[in-house]
């Protein structure tokens, strides 16, 4: 296991330097300068070589790769071209609220998908699985931006239960900090309880008819302890797949949730950023996502032994 650990981990090299190669080509070949960005409309030419100057844009493409690479080794993420502060600073500062709104999320999201997938396939064919098939064809198909606004529109401009926009720290309050995560949560776990509530019952309905499972029926075992101790446990290896990938995207989607509800995480940085073409933390976030990305890989594949005794690394 600590060699298969110590591999995965060493592998994970290649994978984030193809990575950085290719964000960092990608935004310097696109069309616009940052430097006039950050002069303005009113900027002379020389203002504006002059900040291409000062940023280095003008060295060659490989002197600014290099430069760049040395200093993420070295801890320095670069300091943002158009808030003027260190990423690194600017990421610790929005990594609570992306942070809080992926595992509110995700906890919601297994909480519901898992027991809909379970039931829906315990009562196959029957009203109950076509509602639960019905639901996940209709939270593939809505946009998320969509479900936001809708949500907004009900439970704050109508009912004024929750509210509108907004994102109040944990440490300053547990109710306040759950109550503007309560809907943007609700917005983006539709379309992953979709997806892993359909998971589920496909996986379930593979073992319902196996021999284990008229087995532990004739042995006079509850309906429910065959769902879940035998049915659900040899079930979970696809199921947990399914969970960790959806995790994993679930931080992409964020950038259009935090833009929905001004959520000052990372995905609104990130919109920023894009907007006013700031590399240095374009580079950054995308690494970031990159690493967890892999880590939650890793996670998923170590997490096999442990549902499943046959799998051995």
Do not use: C
């Amino acid at each position: 296991m600590a060699y298969y650990l110590l591999k995965r981990l060493i592998a994970t090299i290649p994978v984030m330097l193809v990575v950085a190669v290719f964000i960092f080509l990608l935004l310097r070949l696109t069309p616009g300068d940052p430097a006039a960005m950050i002069a303005g409309d009113f900027a002379s030419e020389a203002q504006v070589a002059e900040i291409r100057e000062k940023l280095g844009l003008n060295d060659p493409l490989l002197v600014q790769f290099g430069i760049w690479i040395g200093n993420i080794f070295q801890g320095d993420l670069g300091e943002s071209f158009f808030f003027k502060k260190q990423v690194t600073d600017l990421i610790m500062a929005r990594i609570e609220p992306t942070l809080s709104l992926s595992v509110v999320t995700i906890i919601l999201t297994v909480s519901i998908a898992v027991p809909m997938g379970v039931v829906a396939a315990y009562r196959q064919g029957t009203w109950l699985d076509r509602t639960v098939m019905a639901f996940s064809v209709l939270g593939f198909s809505i946009p998320v931006f969509v479900i936001g606004f809708a949500f907004i529109y009900i439970f704050s401009l109508e009912l004024k239960w929750l509210p509108v926009q907004g994102y109040q720290r944990l440490s300053e309050g547990v109710g306040g900090w759950l109550k503007h995560l309560i809907l943007p949560s609700l917005a983006l776990s539709v379309i992953f309880v979709a997806f892993i509530a359909r998971m589920t019952r496909t996986s379930v309905l593979e073992v319902l008819g196996e021999d284990y499972i008229r087995t532990a029926r004739a042995k006079g075992q509850t309906e429910t302890k065959v769902l879940v101790r035998h049915a659900l446990r040899n079930a979970a290896v696809p199921i947990v797949t399914v969970i960790g990938f959806a995790f994993a995207i679930l931080i992409g989607g964020v950038v259009v949730t935090e833009s929905v509800f001004n959520i000052p995480g990372l995905g609104l940085l990130t919109v920023d950023a894009v907007l006013n073409r700031d590399f240095p933390t374009i580079q950054a976030v995308v690494l970031l996502f990159s690493m967890i990305y892999v880590l939650i890989n890793l996670i998923i594949d170590l997490s096999y032994t442990v549902l499943d005794p046959r799998i051995r690394y």
